[in-house]
């Protein structure tokens, strides 16, 4: 059976009450995140204009977002062997607020990309120990909730840029992120404690989480993993297929609200609205996700979740009008919704922490690295015709998942 397949096969069963409260606690967490990263990057025209810097050089700059979280993602996998990794995303959670207010306090573009390493650093930090505890959870909930999780951080990106669009006309970019990092705190230490506290759950003996090899059989999985180097095989495919979706995720962020009020001449608070929309669409895939996993399996979600995002981005960039641009997003967000928590869930269940740093690194490095290459690319040729690239790297991602279901029959 491909393995891709294997998410929807495990029969559910009721969940404990502990486990239900660490599932609301977690999936705030994941709002946070979406909610801050949202904050920030509905901002981006606005400290551009404030630094100065060209296309290419807020290129190099948000580089600098892809450097600290790549760093920070292969060492907070060890943090999450060695301490577990709900208090290091309590730690993470506190570090990422703090962080997001610096951008607008500079006044050039290496002192933004400065300060971007920071927030790199912790934006990376908290996407791979939230993944990984959502991984023991979906574990020892013996269904395929991950996309749930996703869809908080979507939703709380939904809600960041809606607010970050109602502001951007009466507040400056330095008021509305120190908001932000307020807010941030508080969340942080209303929903830590239960966190901490219901974490045990997964863990009632105080051991640490068993991390699959080749010797340790997959929960769900029909048996063990046919040996290290197929293991690390297997990771890797779906890091690629997680550095693919997520491309797409970080060039809408950073550069769809740009495209809409430079290239189609929307107002501020409607381009504001680009990521909006993207992000409402990819909260309702991801709200669904778990009843798509179980009645489709995992290769016909990321196949056509990847065909639909090609389709729907070329619309996007394309688009004379604003209103089908929007419409492009929208149906982007649908079909990449699902893919990453996919790709990201098999490769924990398979590698555990680890696995997750490596698909995250990858994936969130795709996320991150894109907003730059996207900047060269519109230097070089256009805007429009650089979230193309958009497209082109959903059809791979789905063509991956094809061969996929091939390469990784049990």
Same mark, same amino acid.
Not at 286 to 310: M, N
């Given at each position: 059976?491909?393995? =891709?397949?294997?998410?929807?096969?495990?029969?559910?069963?009721?969940?404990?009450?502990?486990?239900?409260?660490?599932?609301?606690?977690?999936t705030v967490f994941f709002a946070l995140d979406g909610f801050v990263f949202a904050g920030w990057v509905v901002r981006i025209p606005a400290i551009?204009?404030?630094? +100065? #810097?060209?296309?290419?050089?807020?290129?190099?700059?948000?580089?600098?977002?892809?450097?600290? #979280?790549?760093?920070?993602?292969?060492l907070t996998g060890r943090l999450c062997?060695?301490?577990? $990794?709900?208090?290091?995303?309590?730690?993470?959670?506190?570090?990422?607020?703090?962080?997001?207010?610096?951008?607008p306090l500079t006044g050039s573009v290496p002192? =933004?990309?400065?300060?971007?390493?920071?927030?790199?650093?912790?934006?990376?930090?908290?996407?791979?120990?939230?993944? $990984?505890?959502?991984?023991?959870?979906?574990?020892a909930l013996r269904r395929p909730v991950m996309p749930s999780f996703h869809a908080a951080f979507s939703l709380g990106g939904m809600l960041g840029s809606g607010l970050g669009g109602l502001?951007?006309?009466?507040? $400056?970019?330095?008021?509305?992120?120190?908001?932000?990092?307020v807010v941030g705190l508080a969340v942080t230490a209303a929903t830590a404690p239960s966190l901490l506290r219901y974490g045990t759950a997964l863990h009632p003996d105080g051991a640490a989480p068993v991390t699959p090899t080749a010797q340790t059989p997959v929960p769900g999985d029909g048996g063990g993993v046919r040996g290290d180097r197929r293991t690390r095989g297997l990771v890797l495919v779906f890091g690629l297929i997680a550095l693919c979706t997520a491309y797409g995720e970080g060039a809408i962020a950073d550069w769809g609200p740009l495209h809409l009020e430079e290239d189609l001449h929307a107002h501020p608070g409607v381009a504001a609205a680009a990521y909006s929309c993207f992000a409402l669409a990819m909260t309702i895939g991801?709200? $669904?996700?778990?009843?798509?996993?179980?009645?489709?399996?995992?290769?016909?979600?990321?196949?056509?979740? +990847?065909?639909?995002?090609?389709a729907g981005m070329l619309l996007g960039a394309l688009a004379p009008s604003t209103g089908l641009a929007l419409a492009g997003f929208a149906i982007t967000g649908l079909g990449l919704a699902n893919i990453f928590p996919v790709a990201v869930e098999r490769a924990g269940a398979?590698?555990?922490?680890?696995?997750? #740093? #490596?698909?995250?690194?990858?994936?969130?490095?795709?996320?991150?690295?894109?907003?730059?290459?996207?900047?060269?690319?519109?230097?070089?040729?256009?805007?429009?015709t650089a979230l193309t690239s958009v497209a082109l790297l959903a059809a791979v991602a789905a063509a991956i998942g094809f061969v996929t279901r091939r390469a990784t029959a049990g």
């Open positions: 059976m491909p393995l =891709l397949n294997k998410l929807g096969t495990a029969a559910p069963r009721p969940t404990e009450p502990h486990l239900r409260r660490l599932r609301v606690a977690l551009k204009e404030q630094t +100065g #810097a060209s296309a290419g050089e807020l290129g190099l700059a948000l580089l600098a977002v892809s450097a600290g #979280a790549v760093v920070t993602m292969t062997r060695r301490y577990g $990794s709900i208090p290091t995303t309590v730690a993470c959670a506190v570090a990422l607020p703090l962080t997001v207010a610096l951008p002192a =933004l990309g400065f300060v971007l390493l920071f927030f790199g650093a912790a934006y990376g930090g908290i996407n791979v120990a939230m993944n $990984s505890a959502a991984v023991d959870l979906v574990r502001v951007a006309g009466h507040l $400056s970019p330095t008021r509305h992120l120190l908001g932000i990092t991801r709200l $669904s996700g778990t009843t798509l996993l179980e009645r489709l399996g995992g290769t016909r979600t990321v196949v056509g979740g +990847g065909l639909t995002a090609c398979l590698a555990g922490p680890g696995g997750v #740093a #490596a698909a995250s690194t990858l994936g969130y490095g795709g996320m991150l690295v894109g907003p730059p290459l996207i900047g060269f690319m519109a230097d070089w040729y256009s805007l429009p």
